[in-house]
């Protein structure tokens, strides 16, 4: 249960809440959103029965589901960025690391463009067993030294249980991979820790499974979820996946989570991302994260997608028109 405080709430009322939710042997996260405290229940909620707080002081609403809780627009912030505001996110790096002297150039290749968060994968879940799938913690540590030495933000999917620890060691945001949307221990898992998390869309899941699985996380107390759309799998086999462009509204106005889209997971080719970026922050996206890597013909991992640094710039100078179109900036 999400119990939503109105916004003249006093502390004593929210003490009380708190309180009768203790007699019940369950636990509160507290978060405040848009002047709002939201006390998400935490430990079982099926031990309160029929009871609710409506009739509290202080109590504005409750609910089981996060659409309709949260139904204005809610930003994430992480190390000075505000994800989902009118800046656009900008997210960038290999698909996969592959060496200390590459992330190394893509950091700074990132820093020079002005983007703020690199991503790289060092534990892909690569749909070929024979496929590279990274360099395991040891890719992890590479992708954080590269960052801290140009204070830039990290993030890497977590793929199980087992390397939680490590990942949230090294990285800022946490990724959940579209081959895990569905893995609830893991949702619950990221839902416990104290990081934001990037939820891919599963390449089979509608807008409302993708959304349950959020409620997973934000049930845990963790209210910084940021949902990404990578394509889902259609009829269409020209491309990796399709970009659901018009999902990009449909989760923003059911949970007010921010949106960003991938694109490079929708492209068969690089040249298919500009297109693709442009169109999706036209829909209105709050950011992008784009595979890009300092020699794509090299590349370990999707050669074909990864874009140049300078064809990631020229982009970057593209997206400033339509964000300015879209009332933001870059
Ligand atoms: C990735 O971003 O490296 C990745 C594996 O993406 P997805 O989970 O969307 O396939
Ligand atoms: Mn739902």
């Not at 139904?71 to 656009?88: A, C, H, N, R, Y």
């Not at 949702?187 to 934001?196: F, I, N, R, S």
Request: aromatic share 4%.
């Amino acid at each position: 249960m999400i119990i939503k405080m109105k916004r003249s709430a006093t502390g004593e009322q929210i003490g009380t809440v708190i309180n009768r939710i203790g007699e019940f042997g369950l636990g509160i996260r507290m978060t405040i959103t848009d002047g709002h405290t939201l006390l998400t229940v935490t430990g079982g909620d099926d031990r309160l029965g029929t009871w609710t707080p409506i009739h509290m002081p202080g109590v504005e609403s409750f609910t089981l589901d996060i659409e309709h809780v949260l139904p204005e627009k809610i930003t994430v912030s992480v190390g000075g960025q505000e994800i989902g505001s009118d800046k656009l996110c900008m997210i960038a790096g290999p698909r996969i690391i592959e060496s200390e002297e590459r992330i190394f150039a893509t950091a700074r290749e990132l820093h020079k463009c002005g983007i703020k968060i690199m991503r790289g994968g060092s534990y892909s879940p690569n749909t070929s067993p024979y496929a590279f799938r990274g360099l395991e913690s040891e890719g992890l540590r590479m992708l954080r030294s590269a960052a801290d030495q140009y204070g830039l933000l990290t993030v890497s999917e977590v793929v199980s249980l087992a390397e939680l620890d490590n990942a949230a060691k090294y990285c800022d945001i946490l990724q959940i991979g579209a081959r895990n949307m569905q893995n609830y221990r893991l949702l619950q898992a990221v839902g416990k820790t104290d990081k934001p998390v990037m939820l891919k869309r599963g390449v089979a899941a509608t807008v409302d499974e993708w959304l349950d699985s959020a409620e997973y996380i934000l049930r845990e107390g963790n209210s910084r979820v940021i949902l990404c759309e990578r394509g889902i799998r259609t009829f269409e086999t020209a491309t990796k996946s399709t970009i659901d462009i018009a999902a990009i509204t449909s989760v923003r106005e059911k949970s007010g989570l921010p949106v960003i889209v991938d694109p490079s997971k929708a492209a068969p080719h690089g040249r298919f991302v500009p297109s693709l970026s442009l169109a999706s922050v036209a829909a209105g996206a709050d950011g992008l994260m784009i595979d890009a890597h300092p020699n794509p013909a090299e590349a370990l991992s999707d050669s074909a997608q990864q874009l140049s640094f300078s064809q990631l710039s020229k982009l970057i100078d593209s997206v400033r028109y339509i964000a300015l179109a879209m009332g933001k900036s870059v």
